[in-house]
């Protein structure tokens, strides 16, 4: 059983930064673990993800240059840093595992176990 906890969300003006964590807890060590947002009237769409131990990651375009995913393993802490932030960023952000991955991926079906989400505004 893998339990995940996001914070870090908040409201910034276009253009600023934010760094979201999530803290997990239970067996992650050839996992992948992902961001995923979803906006108001929109599917869940996969942000970033990354392979634990591997370093292997994802982008997805939109974000691609402006966000940064990275891992504490210590910590058992994932990190989403956004830069650059744009209006269309405005979403629920939600951390997710992929128990056993053999390669990431940003596809919603592939992850198993998820957080409850935490809240980004971007305004203009």
């Known amino acids: 059983q893998v339990q995940l906890v996001e914070s870090g969300g908040g409201s910034v003006q276009a253009g600023g930064s934010l760094r979201l964590s999530c803290a997990a807890s239970g067996y992650i060590s050839r996992a992948c673990m992902g961001w995923f947002r979803q906006a108001p009237g929109k599917e869940r769409e996969g942000v970033a993800s990354?392979?634990?131990?591997?370093?292997?990651?994802y982008y997805a375009d939109s974000v691609r240059g402006r966000f940064t995913i990275s891992q504490d393993n210590a910590k058992n802490t994932l990190y989403l840093q956004m830069n650059s932030l744009k209006p269309e960023d405005t979403a629920m952000y939600y951390c997710a595992v992929e128990i056993a991955c053999w390669y990431v991926s940003g596809l919603v079906s592939r992850y198993e176990y998820w957080g409850q989400g935490t809240q980004v505004t971007v305004s203009s």
């Open positions: 990354i392979r634990i131990g591997a370093g292997s990651t």
